[in-house]
Structure formats: structure tokens, C-alpha cells
């Protein structure tokens, strides 16, 4: 718990994340776009400073990696990467879309995460947010390929 009367520094808080979650550019970048602009806000409210609610927020509540076997029209095995972000589920279940493209990681992944927990909070419904996919491309592949892949992801 931080001191009553600190505030958040956003180089200080940057550091951290970055050191929790090296190499993952593109989560870095999207959590310092909503730090710089939430942070003022933060420090005006000494109770989420305390609570320390901005690191609460960039930590996704599970992360899952997983590899994903499936079988090509030539009968040859292939394998990818599969992950499932569980960002946050408090106001509801999680709630995300899947991508399926060669340049997928978890730093895309937690970026978009991250970015979904706010969509699905401005609609109102009752959705935590969260998001999937793999490093697979479905480009030039077989309508039986992608399907043999998703029955695999899932």
C-alpha cells in the first residue's frame, strides 16, 4: 500500500510495468497512452493511489499459452501457439474476440485486452473483457485446415 499523500509518477509506474512485462512494446505503449491520460485523475483521488487501482488495472487476471496441434490437408502435423488473455471480470464475465494471424504474441494480445476492458465498460453491459487468438494464418489455407485449427484451438 502507498503512503497517504503520494502520488503517481507515470515514469515510475511506466518502469514498472515495463519491468513486469519486458519485450511486450505494444502493451507498453497502449497502457502509457491511457496512463498519461488517467494519472491527473488518479492523484486528484488519494484512495486509488493507495489502492494502487492503475496497477490492478494493467494486470490481466490470468494469462494463458497453449499449443495448438492440428493436421494439414497433406496429413502433416502442424503446431502454433494459441493464448487467452483474461484481463478483468469485474463487472461481468470475460468478454473478447479471437485473432488469427502470423504476427500474434501476448504483447498484442494484452494490448488489446487492455484496450477491451474500456469498450466493454462504455457499453454498459455486464462484460469484463478479454481476448484470444494464435499465431496461425489462415491465409492460403483450406476451408478443412481452418476448421481442423479452431477445433484444435478450442
Known sequence: MMKPGQTLDLDEFMQGLIK???GEIEFHQAVEEVATSVIPFINEHPQYVENRILE???EPDRTIIFRVCWEDDEGNVRT?????IQFNN???PYKGGLRFH???NLSILKFLGFEQTFK????TLPMGSGKGGADFN???KSEREIMR???AFM
Open 20 to 22: 513486469r512485462n519486458p
Open 120 to 123: 466493454n465498460s462504455l457499453t
Open 149 to 151: 485449427f479452431c477445433q
Open 56 to 58: 490492478r488495472m494493467t
Open 90 to 92: 469485474a463487472i461481468g
Open 80 to 84: 502454433n501457439r494459441g493464448y487467452r
Open 102 to 104: 502470423p504476427s500474434v
Open 138 to 140: 489462415p491465409k492460403g
